[in-house]
């Protein structure tokens, strides 16, 4: 198990809504900046969106309007609210920090599926 462990994927439908949630196995989530990627079978690895540790938010044009990335700190997670899900969301979601990356972790598996 890597340092950082992704959570709380799963199927579901187009339109569907899915939370992720991004924690550090160590207890302690402290960080510069996070980044939620996605890797669609085939494809590379991308980062889908980012926030910092005052909070500012960044999106791909891809999930712009329809993720939230937000830091919950009375759980030390980083958490990707995902609504309004599309098939070409599927692919395995990761979290990693974004200016120091570290070992990717196993991910998380999202399928929307029609």
């Known amino acids: 198990q890597g340092q950082l462990v992704e959570s709380g994927g799963g199927l579901v439908q187009p339109g569907g809504s899915l939370n992720l949630s991004c924690s550090d196995s160590?207890?302690?989530?402290?960080?510069?900046?996070m980044g939620w990627y996605r890797q669609a079978p085939g494809e590379q690895r991308e980062l889908v969106a980012s926030i910092t540790r005052y909070g500012g938010t960044r999106y791909s044009d891809s999930v712009k309007g329809r993720f939230t990335i937000s830091e919950d700190k009375a759980k030390n997670t980083v958490i990707l609210q995902m609504n309004s899900l599309k098939p070409e969301d599927t692919g395995v979601y990761y979290c990693n920090f974004l200016y120091s990356p570290v070992q990717w972790g196993q991910g998380t598996q999202v399928t929307v599926f029609s």
């Open positions: 160590r207890g302690i989530f402290s960080f510069n900046a």
